[in-house]
């Protein structure tokens, strides 16, 4: 099941990504999709521009800053 990574550094497990407004509300704007070999991270395609804060647990994932809450879910998960 998918989880939420938030900035926080709370972690929501089991979130519900069944439709594309449920992932947009999860990390608050258009979404982007990073595969990591079994895994999908997806991320707000702004988060920079807008100056979200550091995601450091998706951060550690994916080796690389990331920033703003983080759905990380299996790539069979996403429709």
Known sequence: MARLLKSSGEVL?????????????????????????????IVNEEGLLDQLPPNIE???IYGKPLVGDVIECGIKEVN
Do not use: H, T
Not at 19 to 35: A, R, T
């Open 13 to 41: 497990p089991n979130v519900d990504i069944s439709s594309l407004k449920k992932m947009q509300k999860l990390v608050q704007g258009y979404i982007e999709f990073i595969y990591i070999k079994d895994k999908i991270l």
């Open 58 to 60: 998706a951060s550690r």
